[in-house]
């Protein structure tokens, strides 16, 4: 019984996870195939293509039933190991993994960035949903300023590096009358956290290790991610120029 998996190939985190489904199937009856490499219509024709923009797609090519999001994550992982499977299965974990499948899924090109994309038979682009990119933001800044804290006496400088940043993109968006600005600004954002967080993980582990190289490493990851996020996002590169101005005068120890 042939399966086949249809993923984002413009999203990093969806080739990563889809090739540990397939590798992890002892059956060899599981395969996968990027958007972009779809032969023709026919497999779209058998999608909600609604939904696939959101769930990850498990096709039946023997004409079974489509599965979506959490149920090809139990299916690939546990049809061989029936006490997963089970697992998987109970009412409440499931409820568990559907809300956090959809927080992945709604901000997995936030959480590691993509290139812009191109056309393709099948749009893969997740629709932006404001209440997720909210609750990601709010998470990704509390593990920043904890993370912050672990290293540091006072929260104030990073406080005043993001609020800074933010205030500035702000003024920067109401100058792009073409660009939707609600959206834009909370894609910014949650680009930004990821950018200090992924930093501020390497500079906590400096201070933990007592390796002051790796603090530079971290400050050099953040200002990097944020030169390529602003350009991934479209947005005047003079914003990184900025943040990194703010970087080196508040953040960088002295």
């Not at 972009?36 to 039933?65: C, F, V, W, Y």
């Not at 994550?73 to 697992?87: E, S, T, V």
């Amino acid at each position: 019984m042939k399966k086949l998996i249809i993923y984002d190939e413009s999203c990093p985190m969806c080739k990563l996870y889809t090739k540990g489904m397939v590798a992890a199937d002892t059956s060899g009856c599981l395969t996968r195939l990027s958007n972009g490499e779809l032969p023709n219509s026919s497999i779209i024709s058998r999608l909600d293509q609604q939904r696939a923009r959101h769930e990850i797609p498990l096709i039946d090519l023997d004409g079974g039933e489509t599965l979506y999001g959490v149920d090809t994550w139990i299916y690939a992982f546990g049809h061989h190991n029936q006490k997963l499977a089970r697992l998987l299965s109970l009412r409440w974990f499931r409820a568990i993994l559907q809300k956090l499948y959809a927080f992945i899924s709604y901000n997995r090109r936030i959480i590691i960035t993509a290139a812009p994309r191109r056309w393709q038979l099948l749009d893969l682009q997740p629709d932006f949903h404001a209440g997720q990119r909210l609750a990601f933001i709010l998470i990704t800044f509390s593990l920043t300023s904890w993370l912050w804290l672990l290293g540091h006496s006072t929260i104030w400088p990073l406080a005043v590096v993001i609020i800074g940043q933010l205030a500035t993109a702000r003024l920067y968006l109401l100058t792009q009358p073409s660009v939707n600005t609600l959206e834009t600004a909370l894609d910014y954002t949650g680009h930004l956290g990821m950018s200090v967080l992924i930093g501020e993980i390497i500079i906590t582990s400096s201070a933990i290790t007592s390796w002051p190289t790796l603090s530079l490493v971290g400050y050099s990851l953040m200002i990097g991610q944020h030169f390529i996020r602003a350009y991934r996002l479209g947005l005047s590169p003079w914003l990184s120029v900025w943040f990194t101005i703010l970087v080196f005068a508040l953040l960088l120890p002295k």
